[in-house]
């Protein structure tokens, strides 16, 4: 963030949960962006707050941009699914089928995925996401697929209104 300071000091950078953005009043920006990155590694639990917070700074009329990690739009998730529900079963954990270890760390094959205690993402279907922003409080104005696109694997895009 430091560098970021340093590159554009006219910018107010900060740092936070996106499940409590307590910091910020009720309706202040007209735009926000939200990346998988931002979603994809909030704990399932934690993921309709970090919505609501999302929906509660976004002003009236705002525009709210998402990526999502699309669960159908990559082959080998379904692949790997019957195998890690298996394990999981055997070791009591009580994670989603939607909750998948890193297949690859440092751009290297992680040979690790099938621990115990592997980081995860989370996959989202479109219907999920459609739920969860509608509920939210979000209008869907335009939600798009990239499954077909080689370097995308399958991400959803969607764009809302705050009415």
């Keep these: 963030m430091q560098s970021a300071k ?3 000091p006219s910018i107010n950078f900060f740092c936070a949960d996106a499940r409590d953005l307590s910091i910020l009043p009720d309706n202040c920006y007209d735009y926000v962006i939200y990346l998988q990155q931002c979603l994809c590694f909030i704990p399932v639990d934690g993921f ?4 609501k917070e999302n929906y509660r700074v976004c002003g009236k009329g705002g525009i709210a941009i998402f990526s999502f990690l699309n669960y159908d739009g990559r082959s080998v998730n ?7 529900s298996t394990l999981r079963y055997l070791r009591k954990e009580n994670l989603s089928p939607q909750q998948l270890p ?3 760390l440092k751009g290297k094959p992680n040979y690790n995925f099938w621990k115990k205690g592997q980081a995860t993402n989370y996959w989202f279907t479109k219907s999920e996401i459609t739920y969860h ?19 995308d694997e399958g991400m959803i895009y969607v764009v809302c209104e705050k009415p």
């Design 48 to 51: 309709e707050k970090a919505l």
């Design 78 to 84: 379904k692949m790997i699914r019957p195998f890690l």
């Design 133 to 151: 922003l509608q509920s939210a409080g979000y209008k869907i104005i335009e939600m798009f697929t990239t499954s077909n696109q080689p370097n």
């Design 6 to 8: 340093v590159a554009n």
């Design 102 to 104: 890193w297949l690859r």
